[in-house]
């Protein structure tokens, strides 16, 4: 299954209950997730971190059976930096 990687900014409209965003944000990974497999990555897991108290808090946020983890090539984290 191809893989997505789930921007932060989705996940934080998720986690604060955006009332601006939230509805998009759900149906984009809803959509998401029926066809593709949904991935964070360390960059990911970091910004939306900071919501939270404890990494065990965290976890349970991003639940590993619904979100895989996968490294980032440090050229992509350059990019992703710039933009």
Known sequence: MTP???DSN???DLMT???KWLAWSMQALEEAADRARLVVNAIVYGEVSVRYST????EEA???D???REAIPFEAAF???KA
């Open 4 to 6: 997505v990687i789930v």
């Open 10 to 12: 989705v996940l934080l």
């Open 17 to 19: 209950e955006d009332r």
């Open 55 to 58: 990494i065990e808090v965290l």
């Open 62 to 64: 991003l639940p590993r």
């Open 66 to 68: 619904m979100f895989d």
């Open 79 to 81: 990019l992703a930096a």
